[in-house]
């Protein structure tokens, strides 16, 4: 084991390190518990009888097959206090390992279409981030268009959005990859980027690199989310390289959804090698099985990572954030201390 003891030694590095985190959504740290609860206060009816019906049913294949369940769990989310308890909860268990800050992706297009208020989902959320920054969590928000559905669709929602944009730091793009391509957004993003918004995209995870190629050459993104498939194209990774783009990967998530086979074969080390910025991140926790910190201790484990790899996936997780250089100074510092 290369700079540790033991496994133990390296989960408590792992531990100790201040972490941001840059791919989460927030409906997907929707816990079965929770999710129980809330269908009990909304008087809404789930498909399963019991909480770890819930959890069993939790066996994907690919990313189609989460992304039906994790429709399907949405839909106990009613209320502004809903969106406020769920976002309380993820930050209660980032703050446990350590987050210090979050750029948290919502799906108000999976809310919207069951009739919840845009305001709502976004207030609750945003009320909760406002509760984390008075104990020291910093945040943004990222809106995310739903690929499988229209352009029309997500400019419609870039409109509800515009009362809201004090709130809303940027726009990203989700759910089913496949036959969806970033191109499709063109407008929308240009729309978006012209509002002030910051831009990235799902890219690469089942989608071939060219779809990673459309999200950086068409609409322009600040960073790419997933990004595995990029590996396949050696001028993609040096075109990522070279703009010292972040890429937001997402360990367990690869495993659940079987974008790796095993996770002895995650390219993260490979990703690193290259020269990519790559960070550590928990995509759906309460669907794939970790937050950030079981993300971290799954791969470090599995790929044997050293001390020095970890301090640079620490650093990159701040460096590829949207926070300020100023803001990020003192996290970089107290990471240092730590080498
Ligand atoms: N990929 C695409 N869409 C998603 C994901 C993901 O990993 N999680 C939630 N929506
Ligand atoms: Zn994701």
Not at 16 to 38: Q, R, T, V, Y
Request: proline share 4%.
């Amino acid at each position: 084991m290369t700079g540790f003891a033991n496994a133990a030694d390296r989960a408590a590095f792992i531990a100790a390190l201040p972490k941001a985190e840059l791919h989460l959504h927030i409906e997907g740290s929707l816990e079965p518990e929770m999710m129980a609860a809330l269908a009990q206060r909304n008087g809404v009816r789930l498909a399963f009888d019991s909480v770890a019906a819930i959890r069993a049913a939790y066996e994907f294949s690919n990313l189609q097959d989460f992304l039906d369940i994790y429709y399907q769990g949405m839909a106990v989310l009613l209320t502004e206090a809903d969106f406020h308890d769920l976002t309380t909860a993820y930050l209660a268990r980032a703050a446990a390992d350590n987050v210090r800050h979050v750029e948290i992706f919502f799906d108000p297009q999976g809310h919207t279409a069951r009739g919840v208020a845009f305001a709502d989902v976004v207030g609750g959320i945003a009320r909760a981030l406002d509760d984390a920054r008075a104990r020291g969590i910093s945040s943004r928000l990222i809106m995310c268009f739903l690929r499988h559905l229209s352009e029309d669709d997500a400019q419609a929602t870039l409109d509800q959005a515009l009362p809201h944009l004090h709130l809303i730091h940027g726009v990203g793009l989700d759910s089913s990859e496949l036959g969806h391509p970033p191109d499709k957004f063109a407008r929308v993003f240009a729309r978006a980027r012209a509002l002030g918004l910051r831009l990235v995209a799902h890219a690469g995870e089942e989608g071939p690199p060219d779809y990673v190629w459309q999200a950086l050459d068409v609409l322009g993104v600040d960073r790419i989310d997933h990004g595995n498939r990029a590996l396949e194209d050696a001028a993609l990774v040096q075109r990522i390289v070279g703009a010292g783009l972040t890429l937001t990967v997402c360990p367990l998530s690869n495993l659940k959804l079987c974008v790796v086979r095993d996770i002895t074969a995650h390219p993260l080390r490979a990703m690193l090698a290259a020269g990519l910025k790559a960070t550590v991140n928990s995509d759906d926790p309460a669907y794939f099985g970790g937050y950030i910190n079981a993300n971290f201790i799954a791969v470090a484990d599995a790929l044997d990572l050293t001390r020095d790899e970890l301090l640079i996936l620490a650093r990159n997780s701040f460096t590829g954030s949207f926070l300020s250089a100023a803001d990020q100074a003192p996290h970089l510092a107290a990471i240092a201390a730590l080498g």
